[in-house]
């Protein structure tokens, strides 16, 4: 019930394409739910999040989409660029609580 | 924006040597932290939570006296590895919870024990 699932493990699009990202969990109790980037030897950083009121957020060209009833939610990153280029991860946490629970990360490559 | 530091970026150390690693919120006050592992190529394993001015708390599998966690002020979390082996040679990352509940990570620490 703690598991975030996430696929897939790696992808590859060409420059200016959709990345699609897609994560699955099991806890209901979960109500935070952030997609982080991170590049090699760095921490991860913050992209973007969602709370389960909404169904999509959208903040610049990544937008999350959350299906509640099925208990998913998945990150499109538009008009995709060699520098989006890392690896991204869905958490997931309880409201005070806080703890996230990562999925097992994505590995993308944005080709020229 | 939030923003958290670790020190140091990266340490190598001898096998059975102790080795701290400091992690602070550098503009906002943060009551918890979080430390994470994370070995090459995989995700990040949550090790312990840190409650400024209490003990921590260790998730199962990870040993609390190994892995000491000391939360003495808003700002300051450190995680000192004891008697640290090559199998403890990782990348320590911390988080801080700011104001709206939001964690953010710091830089992360690399680890190399010889």
């Known amino acids: 019930q703690q598991q975030v699932k996430q696929s897939p493990q790696s992808l590859i699009v060409q420059k200016g394409g959709i990345s699609i990202i897609n994560c699955a969990y099991e806890?209901?109790?979960?109500?935070?739910f952030p997609w982080y980037q991170q590049f090699p030897g760095k921490g991860p950083a913050l992209l973007i999040a969602i709370r389960p009121d909404v169904s999509e957020k959208k903040e610049g060209r990544f937008t999350i989409s959350f299906n509640k009833s099925a208990k998913q939610f998945s990150l499109h990153i538009m008009d995709s660029q060699p520098g989006d280029s890392a690896t991204y991860f869905c958490a997931a946490s309880k409201r005070g609580y806080n703890k996230l629970i990562f999925g097992a990360g994505t590995r993308l490559a944005v080709h020229p | 924006g939030a923003v958290v530091s670790q020190h140091p970026s990266w340490v190598i150390c001898k096998s059975g040597t102790s080795v701290k690693i400091e992690c602070r919120s550098l503009?906002?006050?943060?009551?918890?932290m979080f430390w994470y592992r994370q070995f090459p190529k995989q995700s990040l394993m949550l090790m312990a939570t840190?409650?400024?001015?209490?003990?921590?708390?260790?998730e199962q599998g990870v040993e609390k006296d190994k892995f000491l966690i000391n939360h003495a002020s808003l700002t300051l979390s450190t995680l000192t590895v004891t008697s640290a082996h090559p199998e403890d040679s990782s990348f320590y990352i911390c988080s801080a919870r700011d104001s709206g509940d939001r964690p953010f990570f710091g830089p992360g620490t690399r680890l190399t024990v010889l």
């Open positions: 503009d906002f006050q943060a009551t918890t």
């Open positions: 840190s409650n400024e001015g209490s003990k921590a708390t260790y």
């Open positions: 806890n209901t109790a979960f109500d935070y």
